[in-house]
């Protein structure tokens, strides 16, 4: 069994939409071959299609403690990779810049149109990697052993030399978050930056993220922002719980700003989204984490000191970084080690 | 292939022979997936001892070519036979799936991206290659294709099993269509 668990939490209320950390997590891993269409981490906005395309309704995950595979998505669904003719466009001129083949759908496709609630628009971005699981059922799906979950950290890595490329990883996985290397004929996925970990450097999609909204740390130690914002403060939950991987990624639900109109009212009696919503991405827990994270906003309206929120502006990177030292790992002592959920 | 130079030393080989072997659909291995349709009812073996190896030759009805396997859930078209590691004695076979622990196998393996590939197994999922290949050939005419796997001489009453996979059906790993045990002549 694992020691440590690696665990991020991102607060959705602070997302720009911005898409750097996609960009910083393509360029330091999948900049290869094979891996254009690939985006381990992903912001896409909710609600909407997703990435791949109705990633969150064609299934995996576990049912009754059973795998539940699903159909691989295909091509189409995650996007076609294209260009821009700039070439064409600068060095021939007269014609506008566009794709260099029609498009149909990208990983972006509907990005900021979102859904209608009582005539006003409403959406939310959410940034997406590998969950790096509790239990994974990438790992329960492998018939190759070639998935293992790392006894020191928790993160989820493919061995790519036992990979044979038979993609039941990707069927089992609910998040949809393995990729498959059409050239290497190899699966492939979000490593957790454990390269930049092991030197003491905060994942490349947190650290480049201008909203500040990622928080990375272990989940078992009593002093990292994730513990407390998971375990003590307990308003950062995980995407479909009810699919039984218990992801280690967490989110801060949005519950701020509230609706045009309504202000001093709380977002449960005039939500600005449908709380239903809420609840199909997070589980009924929501209800509970939007009414702590309201009640710490009143008391910090009302002059009162909010650790919680304090924690959740995170201006610093100590503050939202707790990153131990590779040979420190295995130093933590049981004393100090909380009982993960699942351990 | 060292186990089986062993034994060559006390048989006889394979002679020629043509046979249609029926094949079998493994079951599916989620409870929540349908079992796959019977595509290619059988296989026909074609055995030709030619200077010193075993020629097999393997032909099978395809409806649809995959050998190029458009990612993410494209699957590519393949085929092999399994032989048992070892010397057999009497009618104890190695598992089909794989083999097993007392009963090793070796597997001469084609796929229509990747080539040849020489494989060994000591059970399900045991599966690793040998980072050997053979000398194989493969073309698809007619909506059939047609396998030549060169392998080194077999003794006569070898058994061997035929595997193949169905791209379009999205088979691989376990997932494929399987003969019985055939002893060669
Ligand atoms: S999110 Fe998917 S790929 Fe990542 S560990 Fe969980 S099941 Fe595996
Ligand atoms: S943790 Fe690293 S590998 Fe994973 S999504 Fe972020 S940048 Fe990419």
Redesign the interface.
Known sequence: MFQHQYAMVLDLNKCLGCQTCTMACKKLWTDGDGMDYMYWNNVETRPGQGYPRKWDQIGGGFENGKLRPSEIPSREDYGQPFQYNYEERMFQGGLQVMPHEPVENTPNWDEDVGALMLGENYYFYLPRLCNHCTNPACLAACPRNAIYKREEDGIVLIDQERCEGYRYCMRACPYKKIYFNELLGKAQKCIFCYPRLEKGEVNACARQCPGRLRFVGLLDDPGSAVHKLVHVYKVALGLFPEKGTEPNVFYVPPFNPPRRGNYGKSILDDPRMPLDYLVYLFGEQVTDVIRRLEAELKKAQDGAPSEVLQLLIGRDEEVRYQIPKRESLVQITNAQIQPLRRA | MRHIALFLIFASWATAETVDLPLYRTPP?????RPAALEIPSVRLDIQPVDGKTVVKLEWLDRSRDAE?????GFVDACAVMLPAGPVTGDVFPSLQMGDADHPVIIYYYDM??GAAVMEASG??T?RRTGKTFTAQAAYAGQKWQVTLELPALPAGTPLSVAIWNGAQ?D???RKYFSLWHRTR
Request: net charge positive; glycine share 6%; aromatic share 6%.
């Open positions: 291995l989620y409870s929540t997936d396997a458009p990612a993410p859930d991206k990747r399900r999922a599966t999205q691989r790993d376990g």
